[in-house]
């Protein structure tokens, strides 16, 4: 078979790995796919120090690598929506399979881009972008695809779980932990990607589209970030037998699909709850198989290149198939997706962890109880600390009962109305994750 020859768009983290691993795994990617696979043209506006492109055809503008005749598979590894979506609707338009690394283009501009590329019969490939190496979107879109998908539930962001996880092994402060985050390059310039969840939205989103055959639909996502997180609240959530986890959660539901982002205590002997620092890990439950874990490093230029590549040899793999007995981009064939609803957050049910600052005295935990109970929520676990010295507020700690978000939310309204009640009430979901 001839040559399979690969156009890398962006010489950057991700880029230069890339070009890494196709150079030193050479051979084998080769024997893998079946074919010799090539690295025939760069688009960079910049030189990168890190990779050595002599003897490489080297484009500034990007496009002339999707306008290449002899280019087979263009690989995206710019980042942003904008200019990315045009070179991959421009090299679909060209003919060219697409593989990309980049979340935030396929959540945003997903349905677009795969209609496009069905047209066209090419594949777009897009392993990377969620969970970083880990290969999670084959697992589900191949692996589990004799299963219904149930649910699933993923530490998808590397910078959040760190910062979590100095809060509870260290103590730290929230924004201490941001900032050496930022330091050791782990968040991004805006760190509001991360710890506000939209980038676990992005994948969360793919991720949802893959396991319940519905389109993208990004937009739909509920998100909520980690920066409200205290230390009290993590120690607090330790004593109940918990850690709290900014979790991505799709739940397939009668009434419709959950997609939710949000920090979640979840029992410390799940394995999930065990996940630490940077790493990344997605739990899929399925009726089949029950639940299979899968565990990795969700960033970093060479793990993330690890499913760049993959993608490179499924393509080059498949070149002789017919387009229609290829993998479908989001698992299910593109006329049986289906139009099942996501849900708005208000009917989503969860439990909740509650701390409430409460004054000191005889019936106003009773009052609190009342309005929970009124709400048909019941009180699982308690916790009531000692007044600091000279204050005569203490914190209360409930987790509650599983409930409608609404049942709760009214509840937590009335529970902060009374004057025996400090300020708001810090509420966390509880998911307890088993099989
Ligand atoms: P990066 O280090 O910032 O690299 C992006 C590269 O693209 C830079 O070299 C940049 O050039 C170049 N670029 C951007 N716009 C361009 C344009 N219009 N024309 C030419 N070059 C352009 O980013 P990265 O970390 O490699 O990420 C690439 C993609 O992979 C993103 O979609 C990201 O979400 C995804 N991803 C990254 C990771 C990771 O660990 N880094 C993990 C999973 C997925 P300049 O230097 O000139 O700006």
Redesign the pocket.
């Known amino acids: 078979m001839n040559p399979v020859k690969v156009g890398i ?9 890339t070009v890494d691993v196709l150079r030193r795994n050479q051979a084998e990617i080769s024997a893998r796919a079946g074919c010799d696979i090539v690295i025939s043209h760069i ?4 030189d ?1 120090p890190k990779v050595d492109t002599n003897g490489l055809q080297l484009s ?3 496009f002339a690598v999707a306008e290449d005749p002899d280019i087979d598979i263009l690989v ?5 929506t904008t ?2 979506r045009e ?1 991959v609707l421009k090299a679909i338009a060209q003919g060219k399979h697409v593989v ?6 396929i959540a945003e501009h997903g349905n677009e881009i795969f209609a496009a590329a069905s047209e066209k019969g090419v594949s777009v490939n897009f392993e ?2 969620v969970a ?1 190496g880990i290969p999670i979107v084959k697992a589900i879109r191949e692996g589990l695809a004799g299963n219904r998908i149930e649910w699933l539930a993923g530490i998808i962001n590397g910078t959040g779980n760190f910062i979590l996880t100095e809060m509870r092994d260290k103590g730290r402060a929230f924004d201490d932990v941001l900032k050496e985050a930022q330091q050791l390059g782990y968040a991004e310039a805006d760190p509001r990607f991360d710890v506000e969840g939209i ?1 676990a939205a992005h994948k969360l989103a793919i991720l949802a589209s893959l396991a319940f055959g519905i389109p993208l639909q990004f937009d739909k996502a509920y998100t909520e970030g980690i920066s409200q997180i205290s230390t009290d609240d993590v120690t607090y959530a330790e004593e109940l037998g918990y850690r709290i986890k900014h979790l991505g959660l799709a739940r397939r539901t009668e009434k419709g699909v959950e997609l939710r982002v949000h920090p979640t205590l979840i029992p410390e002997k799940r394995l999930l709850a065990n996940v630490n620092g940077v790493m990344n890990a997605v739990l899929v439950k399925g009726d089949a198989v029950g639940p299979t874990l899968y565990y990795g490093a ?4 060479e ?2 290149a690890s ?1 760049v590549v993959a993608d490179i040899v499924d393509v080059a793999r498949t070149l002789s198939a017919e387009p229609m007995h290829r993998v479908p981009h989001l698992a299910f064939q593109p006329d049986a997706l289906n139009d099942t609803p996501v849900l708005p957050i208000g009917d989503v049910v969860s439990a909740s962890y509650l701390r409430i600052s409460a004054l000191d005295k005889p019936g106003v935990f009773s009052k609190i109880a009342t309005i929970l109970s009124d709400a048909d929520i019941s009180i699982e676990a308690l916790i009531q600390k000692e007044p600091q010295p000279g204050q005569n507020h203490v914190a209360v700690i409930l987790l509650t009962s599983r409930c409608v978000e609404s049942n709760i939310v009214d509840a937590l309204v009335k529970i902060e109305s009374l004057d025996s009640v400090d300020g708001k009430v810090v509420r966390i979901r509880v998911e307890s994750l088993d099989g």
């Open positions: 768009c962006g010489l950057g983290t991700v880029g230069c790995g688009g960079a506006r910049r990168n500034r503008d990007i995206e590894l710019i980042g942003g200019v990315a070179l990309t690394a980049n979340k935030a283009l990377a972008a970083g980038d969700g960033a970093g230029g793990p993330t499913a």
